[in-house]
């Protein structure tokens, strides 16, 4: 199993990152999908999932109206664009899928830095 993550980096404030987790060794489609972040000396926390065909999502309060999760099942991709963003959207950003009480799987992370 891999979550691949990329598209982290350095922004300024206001300006917008996508970031893409490529998955393989799993079934795709039948895991919601996630990206959680972990800021220095905090805990991890969602900020956005998706389910397995897309059709619902859920986002932290804190990213509402800036963030937007989506999901390709035909390449087995998903995407966090982040608009806007902010200096406390700084965080190590993880891929997650998951599928209550088969699997579990996270990726490496991606670095994100908002700072003028």
């Known amino acids: 199993v891999q979550l691949v993550e990329s598209g982290g980096g350095l922004v300024q404030p206001g300006g917008s990152l996508r970031l893409s987790c490529a998955a393989s060794?799993?079934?795709?489609?039948?895991?919601?999908m996630r990206w959680h972040r972990q800021a220095p000396g905090k805990e991890r926390e969602l900020v956005a999932g998706?389910?397995?065909?897309?059709?619902?999502?859920v986002y932290a309060d804190s990213v509402k109206g800036r963030f937007t999760i989506s999901r390709d099942n035909a390449k087995n991709t998903v995407s966090l664009l982040m608009n806007s963003l902010k200096p406390e959207d700084t965080a190590v950003y993880y891929c997650?899928?998951?599928?209550?009480?088969?699997?579990?799987?996270w990726g490496q992370g991606t670095q994100v830095a908002v700072s003028s």
């Open positions: 997650n899928a998951l599928r209550r009480g088969v699997g579990d799987y």
């Open positions: 060794g799993f079934t795709f489609i039948g895991y919601a």
């Open positions: 998706i389910g397995s065909t897309g059709g619902s999502t």
